[in-house]
């Protein structure tokens, strides 16, 4: 499995002499398996260098999968030659979006006020396949999909082949809290101390792999200005990577305006704490080769299934402050969800006992009942077993947030929360519990 970068910047491009040794292109990764099927990891504006050395061997049949439909993502693929070659095939996956579907996240890119060719005037034959988390093979080649924490519902890429792993994960960011519990000891990366589920099911999904490609926009100093942004540091990344047990740990989505030195020096830093595990920062035209065993082949896996959501999922919202109400109610609404308030806990359980909710967020200091017995009550009821409880709350302590999982609510998002991740958060507990039906 050969991987090259041919686009490593985040947000947007960032060309010049200050840049030039890491590139300035925004993201594009191009993966060839020893079988020879051509996978591309996003299509940034490196998608256009890409896509000329592509062309110039005729007709081309790829896989595009892109992490999610920020233009630094997707801005290259109306540059990208061979949709313009006929004979060429490409399919297109991606997550689905909230206030549209992937393929017309991705084809409004191309409506005639920002660019003169649309998407279905190609004249490559583009199928585009719209993704939730899952599993799937192409040929021999296995490929999962998980929803990462970012403000747009973004999936990183698991490929594996012949033995071989390779994931891709970049717009990310930490969830709630320190990464690791408290009391945790010292120089351990036991991944059932990371505090946070979210993290935890971050580091599964990355578990033993060869390579993981992941966003490393910040390091710990900018992050408290940046909370929120949906981007990893450093830190983070290696600390993650090594509770996966990962072997090679590529930086990615590098901060627009870092410069070479900038990074340089980024990478220094995670290679202090990165023990063996091994750290480079990812620069265009790197590449990087993981050997794959001819006779490991995965068993082959239907799919991929399209994504069901509910046509109008019941979103039941408990604040005793009615302007984060109203907030909550004017967001979710607009995400086409129906929104039922609640004042207190105790109002909470009585709405939710009376009716049929999708999932269920609940603030903890409320009077009458608070949310973490409200949560206790849910759970205690088997009609409640299955029903995401999403806690939002301006309690940030570690302790808090530990307690809180183990009452056994689904997920735990701090005050102040950034509404572009709240809705994106919101949005895969949906998408997971409709594919669990
Ligand atoms: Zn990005
Ligand atoms: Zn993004």
């Known amino acids: 499995m050969r991987t090259r970068f041919w686009g490593v910047r985040g947000s947007i491009a960032a060309p010049g002499p200050e840049t030039a040794r890491y590139g300035g292109n925004t993201p594009c990764v191009e993966t060839r398996t020893d079988d020879g099927t051509l996978l591309i990891f996003d299509c940034g504006t490196g998608a256009r260098k890409l896509g000329i050395a592509l062309a110039r061997r005729g007709p081309v049949r790829a896989h595009l999968f892109i992490s999610h439909t920020h233009a630094d993502h997707i801005q290259g693929l109306p540059f990208f030659l061979p949709a313009f070659v006929p004979g060429s095939h490409l399919t297109v996956y991606g997550p689905a979006g909230i206030d549209r579907s992937f393929p017309s996240a991705l084809g409004g890119q191309m409506d005639y006020s920002y660019f003169p060719v649309a998407m279905d005037q190609l004249a490559a034959k583009v199928e585009v396949v719209e993704l939730a988390e899952g599993e799937f093979t192409i040929g021999s080649i296995r490929v999962r999909t998980q929803f990462l924490n970012h403000t747009a519902p973004t999936l990183a890429y698991r490929v594996t082949s012949g033995g071989a792993s390779l994931v891709y994960s970049t717009d990310h960011e930490s969830h709630e809290g320190a990464t690791w519990r408290p009391g945790r000891a010292e120089g351990t990366y036991d991944d059932a101390d990371l505090l946070h589920p979210g993290d935890q099911r971050h580091a599964a999904f990355m578990r033993d792999a060869d390579v993981v490609i992941h966003d490393a926009q910040y390091h710990a100093p900018d992050y408290p200005a940046k909370a929120g942004w949906g981007h990893s540091t450093i830190e983070y990344a290696v600390d993650i990577a090594r509770a996966g047990n990962v ?81 909550l109610k004017t967001v979710l609404s607009g995400d086409g969800y129906e929104v039922i308030e609640a004042a207190d806990g105790a109002e909470a359980l009585a709405l939710a006992q009376a009716g049929a909710f999708d999932l269920i967020l609940l603030d903890v200091q409320m009077p009458n009942l608070d949310g973490l017995s409200a949560a206790r009550q849910l759970r205690a009821d088997a009609k409640f077993a299955d029903v995401p409880i999403v ?47």
């Open 247 to 327: 072997r090679r740990l590529v930086l990615f989505h590098h901060d627009p305006s870092r410069d070479d030195a900038g990074i340089d020096a980024l990478v220094r830093a995670a290679r202090i704490r990165a023990g063996a595990l091994d750290v480079t920062a990812a620069a265009e035209g790197d590449e990087l080769v993981i050997e794959e065993a001819a006779d490991d082949t995965a068993a082959p896996v239907e799919g991929p299934r399209t994504p069901t959501l509910q046509t109008r999922a019941r979103v039941l919202v408990a604040d005793d402050d009615g302007t984060i109400r109203q907030v």
């Open 391 to 437: 806690m939002l709350t301006g309690r940030t302590a570690d302790k808090d947030i530990e307690a809180a999982f183990a009452e056994g609510v689904t997920d735990y998002i701090t005050k102040p929360f950034a509404v572009a991740q709240l809705r994106a958060r919101v949005r895969s507990w949906l998408s997971r519990s409709a594919e669990r039906a």
